[in-house]
């Protein structure tokens, strides 16, 4: 899955390609913006293709030989919203994911919520469940089914806090870092959390629950992703907010 290129010269690039079985590898793609090049519909972002590298371990920038085109994914540049939608996945494949370090889940789960885009409503649905997808794979699970602080049964009643810090939903109160979030908006995340099984959450509680997953997404890596503000222009560039002044749940 080429989810990242370059231009390397007038006549070739530099590609960052998702791969199942040797996680993420960065190629030279020779002759690739050539009017007849080698490689069977362009080295083209979002899409996906059977392989041949040359592999340069001395270098970490691999040769690429054959691009064989599988899945275009055409359908991601008839739908602004799911371009967007399918570009901030590419980058969090490129953010989480390290050289030669296997993430087949994450790659599947790729492959899954791009086809699920070509859906005109998905695009949030498709999104959040990757989003969690993703995060579980990558090793960084929040915890949701109880407290990330406490040993006792998660109540019912009350505000809802996450921790990004502790990473999951918390009892205590009063820490300015943590954020509230809505209950409508935990029970989408729980949602997402069974691979989209049963009915869909209404669209609001999606939206906000993208939000809070994308901002924990931010917080993990220290720095936003480059295409967050697409998505979430309103809490691009800010610190999430604490209880009482809003959030991103």
Not at 18 to 37: E, M, N, Q, V, Y
Not at 91 to 111: F, G, K, N, R, T
Not at 195 to 203: F, H, I, K, L
Request: proline share 8%; charged share 20%.
């Amino acid at each position: 899955m080429c989810i990242r290129h370059w231009d390397w010269s007038e006549t070739s690039q530099t590609v960052s390609l998702l791969t199942r079985d040797h996680g993420l590898l960065r190629a030279i793609a020779k002759g690739s913006r050539r009017p007849k090049a080698p490689y069977s519909g362009g080295v083209e972002l979002l899409s996906r293709a059977r392989v041949g590298l040359i592999l340069k371990p001395a270098s970490g920038l691999h040769l690429l030989t054959e691009w064989d085109l599988v899945e275009p994914f055409g359908h991601l540049r008839r739908d602004l919203r799911a371009l967007h939608a399918a570009c901030y996945m590419a980058d969090l494949c490129q953010c989480l994911v390290q050289d030669h370090d296997p993430h087949p889940e994450i790659y599947d789960a790729l492959s899954d919520a791009l086809r699920a885009l070509a859906e005109p409503t998905a695009a949030g649905r498709s999104l959040l469940v990757f989003q969690w997808r993703v995060l579980v794979h990558g090793g960084f699970r929040p915890v949701i089914d109880g407290y990330a602080d406490a040993r006792e049964p998660l109540s019912t009643a009350g505000v809802v806090r996450f921790s990004p810090e502790l990473g999951g939903l918390v009892r205590r109160a009063g820490v300015p870092e943590d954020w509230p979030v809505r209950r409508a908006t935990l029970q989408a995340v729980h949602w997402a959390a069974t691979g989209g099984r049963g009915a869909a959450p209404p669209a609001g509680d999606v939206d906000r629950a993208n939000a809070l997953l994308g901002c924990y997404v931010r917080y993990i890596l220290g720095q936003e992703p480059r295409t967050f503000a697409l998505l979430f222009p309103k809490l691009s560039g800010v610190r999430a907010p604490g209880p009482g002044r809003g959030g991103p749940g």
